[in-house]
Each structure stands twice: as C-alpha cells, then as structure tokens.
C-alpha cells in the first residue's frame, strides 16, 4: 500500500505565502515524477508544478517567479513555496506521484489534497 498526505493549506491574504508538503510511506521502491495540481470550484484539475528524479522542474505559466517546487528523497516529500498569492490561487491542491511501488510496478497516486483560500 502507498499513501499520499498533503499539509500546510490554510487562508492567507493576498501578498502572502503557504508551503505545502506532501509525503508518502509504504511500499516504494523509487519516485519519478512529483507533481502538483490544483482545483477550483466548478473548474478543471490543473497542472501547478513537477520536478522529476533529476529535479528538474517545470511550472505553470500562472505561477512561473512565485511558486517552487522542491524535493526530498530520503523522505519521499515534496514542497510547494507559495510567495505572492493571489485570490485566483484559491483551490484545493493536490499531489500526485509517478512511483515503483507494490507489484515492482509504475502507477500514479494521489493525496486527499489540501486547501488553499486567499481572500482579504
């Protein structure tokens, strides 16, 4: 079994700052991708930020100079710097991982998310 669990969402005022986390225990063998998504009301999952096992990263337009996405490897963690908010960040966040896990095998799982309100 592999679990996925997300923290550090909250309210914030507009201009100000969160860190997500998300950590994962069981049976992992090796992590490829972490990625983050985020979903509003009434709107589509999307993309937020990835980095790969290289920490190589990649974000989203709408985000690109005040999130960052970090790793730990040791822990099976990843994090998510929020600077600058802005109401449109409102949604609940999500962490999904690309993982060797139970089986020797590839599969993608998801935490429960995690929300992020930004309102003044």
């Known amino acids: 079994q592999v679990q996925l669990v997300e923290s550090g969402g909250g309210s914030v005022q507009p201009g100000g700052s969160l860190r997500l986390s998300c950590a994962a225990s069981?049976?992992?063998?090796?992590?490829?991708?972490m990625t983050w998504y985020r979903q509003a009301p009434g709107k589509q999952r999307e993309f937020v930020a990835t980095?790969?096992?290289?920490?190589?990263?990649n974000y989203a337009d709408s985000v690109k100079g005040r999130f960052t996405i970090s790793r730990d490897n040791a822990k099976n963690t990843v994090y998510l710097q929020m600077n600058m908010l802005k109401p449109e960040d409102t949604a609940a966040y999500y962490c999904?991982?690309?993982?060797?896990?139970?089986?020797?095998?590839?599969?993608?799982?998801w935490g429960q998310g995690t929300q992020v309100t930004v309102s003044s």
């Open positions: 980095i790969l096992e290289d920490r190589s990263t």
């Open positions: 999904n991982y690309r993982l060797l896990g139970p089986g020797l095998r590839w599969d993608d799982y």
């Open positions: 069981g049976s992992i063998f090796s992590v490829n991708r």
